[in-house]
């Protein structure tokens, strides 16, 4: 046959039909072709636009797979009109406004096709056309990959868009089709887009991804549903609904993806089943709007890769996790706005860096046998109108169980706290709440600590093995009914600290209806003018011990002088009150400049400790925080983590490191203001309860200061660190070698001390830290050294010589 022409083939037998032969072009091959008839393209291209209107059979020479290209200068290079077969040849289109190949009526079958074109789609299916399309490839970087619309449907079998200049896959006007093993990437729109009433898809075994833009996309009432697929590598949300859109996930996996991993809204409905949501840069699950609702049932999300809530709730929206695990991540689940709500039902939420459950602005959350571990805060129900249920749920290793702020009113039931390391039930803020049938156990803290005002009901609840005591009130205290302990509570060294109510509960384990003024008589008188402050946990160490430690540090003479006064200070104002005499108020608030590695966290830790030991905090544990803990990227966050931040420190030091980040000189609408700001103000409400520490460069303090006159304000002074000296260094590692059990031999002390003198002091100089390091590198070097040996004394086990010294470069 030859090249350039087209054989006409026909299987049947009659006599008088005459169309076998070859002719020499598309045209004049069909108009002799009839139904059933075969046309076998010899190799070459072929500049006809070719429209099929009968059942026949069109292909390309057997063994000769892409040698028969249809490439017409304009139009549409294939329209099929008939349930044809195609087969075999390689469509290229240059039309900007029209298709490659166009399927508008039949059920054709068209089989291994490959489509280079620039056209305004690379297959558009519409009307009544119902084709079945098998290993057929779409490159089309100009338009939609493949195109279903106007009520159409069919099938698509191991089909692949490898690259679209807009969605990959647009399914609008009542279309239906099924794609089944079907692969969408470099699309430079969505992957596959379904929208417009009656509009459907199913998927089975799909994959999208290298996208830029949403990898699926339902919208004004589309439905779709995906089984056994995958979406990833996005540049956008990696599934997004919108407008009373439908979508089904099932065994689906969505991963690697920068922005919302799922984010539906405008009463959308979204149902996922045993599917996977990994590594996302923003939320897992944004539900926005009334009457948007997910349904999940076992399913995982896990590893978020930014600093957002994995589930977020708002608006009105609701949500239903079921037999879910959701891990390592930020947040777990975030609630917010009148008319949200989420049931949460045999369900883990663990490995979580904040709060597992977070309820704010008059939202609901019902959680129903849960398991709540290692997470900062369990369950924090946040503001007035914010509430529903805990129900069978247990928190495991967590800061504290359960937070109720500022006229929250959830309640608590059957739950069980293990371990946390603050408290279990934290009340404040004129929070309310009711806990029936609850216990605390193993807290390092109280088990249930409820502040001033609070209006909380407690009702046979147990404590036990609390380090600070079961339960904390003073007395304006909750009603209590039926509650035990097991009066584990330890008590404090020293002076008896001061009883409330909940003291008299742990002298009585057992006790029946208890309101706060009952126990009234119970409660020891403080010493007249002392300071509404716990005294020191029985483990804190007395001042005089950890004055000690801080000498013992190298160098930092003027910091040491700066403590002791501060602290001299304030021991005499304690012993003034005592003597019922007027003492100065000492604001113990502090700015701490320097390069890093100075000792600035070594130095804030031992403050904290000093105030604890002297009764001025109640624990003098340090929470050490920077720009990333405390600013969202979200209205509202910022608040909440700076909240969090704060409370964690309560009783104990908040240091904040290179705090200057929080008003960056170009801040523009950076939320570090509302972090400033939120930090007054819990400054101001609650003065007695933290000690904050603002650390950083001293150019960049003074910076940060001089424009935030509200915080500069609230320190009573700044503490310079400056650089150690050759010496001082020296003595680091000196420090460092004894306490790992080496020693300097002989010059290597001289030749430590002229390493530093000569190492550079530029701006990532790192002080103790670099002497730390220098130390490391000594040791790694000496053990290279030694492991040489056949035989090593004890010498050559201990001894470092200048020569482990690290090359300066």
Known sequence: MAQGTVQVTHSGTSRWR??????????????????????????????????????????????????????????VPLTVRASATVQDIHLEGQDSAAPALLVED?????????????????????????????????????GVGLAVLDGAGGVFEECEIVAAGQAGVSVSGGAHPRLERFRVHHASGAGISVSGENSGLEAIGCEVYEVKGAGVQVAARGAAHLT??????????????DTDAV??????????????????????????????????????????????????????????????PAVWVSDGATAVLDSCRVHDVPDALFVLDRGSRVDVVDSDLAQVRNTAVSVSDGATVQLDDC??????????????????????????SVQTGVIVTRGADPAIERCVISSPSEAGFYVSAEGRGTFRGCRVTGSGGYGFHIMDGCRTTLNRCRTERCARGGYEFTDEGPVVEDCTSDESGTVSAGPEPRRTAAAAAQVAPQFGAVPAQATAAAVATEPAGSPATAAPAASARLSGDVLAELDGLVGLDSVKREVRALTDMIEVGRRRREAGLKA???????????????GKTTVARLYGEILASLGVLERGHLVEVSRVDLVGEHIGSTAIRTQEAFD??????????????????????????????????????????????????????????????????????????????????????????????????????????????????????????????????????????????????????????????????
């Open 648 to 809: 964690r420190a309560r009783g104990g030091v908040l240091f904040i490191d290179e705090a200057y980040a929080l008003s960056p000189q170009d801040s523009g609408r950076d939320f570090g203001k509302e972090a400033i700001d939120t930090l007054v103000k819990l400054m101001e409400d609650h003065r007695e309860a933290v000690v904050v520490i603002v650390a950083g460069y001293t150019a960049e303090m003074e910076r940060f200061l001089a424009t935030n006159p509200g915080v500069a304000s609230r320190f009573s002074r700044t503490i310079t660190f400056g650089d150690y000296s050759p010496g001082e260094l020296l003595r680091i590692v000196e420090q460092q070698a004894d306490e790992h059990e080496y020693r300097l031999g002989d010059g290597a002390a001289e030749a430590v001390l002229a390493y530093f003198t000569a190492l550079p002091k530029g701006p990532s100089f790192g002080n103790g830290r670099s002497a730390r390091q220098t130390f490391e590198s000594m040791v790694e070097r000496h053990a290279g050294r030694v492991a040489q040996l056949a035989e090593a004394s004890t010498d050559d086990l201990t001894l470092l010589y200048a020569d482990d010294l690290p090359v300066l470069s």
């Open 228 to 241: 056994d697929s995958s979406v990833h590598r996005t540049t956008a949300d990696g599934v997004t609904l």
């Open 247 to 308: 979508l089904t996930l099932s065994d689906c996996d969505i991963h690697d993806v920068p922005e919302n991993a799922v984010d539906l809204r405008s009463r959308s409905v979204l149902t996922l089943t045993r599917s996977t949501v990994r590594r996302f840069g923003r939320n897992g699950l944004s539900v926005w709007d009334p009457g948007t609702r997910v349904d999940a049932n076992q399913c995982e999300i896990h590893d978020s890769t930014g600093d957002y």
């Open 584 to 598: 100065a108020s000492v604001r113990r608030h502090l700015v701490f400049t320097g390069s890093p590695g100075t």
């Open 371 to 396: 398991r709540i571990s290692h997470a900062s805060t369990g369950a924090w129900f946040r503001d007035h109108g914010s509430g529903g249920t805990l129900a069978s749920c247990t928190v495991d």
């Open 106 to 142: 039949g059920t054709p079958e068209l089989l291994d096709l490959r489509i280079v074109t620039r056209s305004a789609a690379g297959i558009e299916v519409r009307g009544a056309a119902r084709p079945t399309v098998r290993r057929t490839t779409v490159d089309n970087p100009a």
């Open 18 to 75: 005459r169309r076998t032969g070859d002719y020499a072009s598309l045209a004049a091959a069909l108009e002799a072709a009839s139904d059933g008839d075969i046309l076998t393209l010899a190799p070459g291209t072929y500049r006809e636009n070719l429209v099929v209107g009968r059942a026949v059979t069109l292909r390309g020479p057997e063994g000769s797979a892409g040698s028969v290209r249809l490439a017409p200068y304009d139009g």
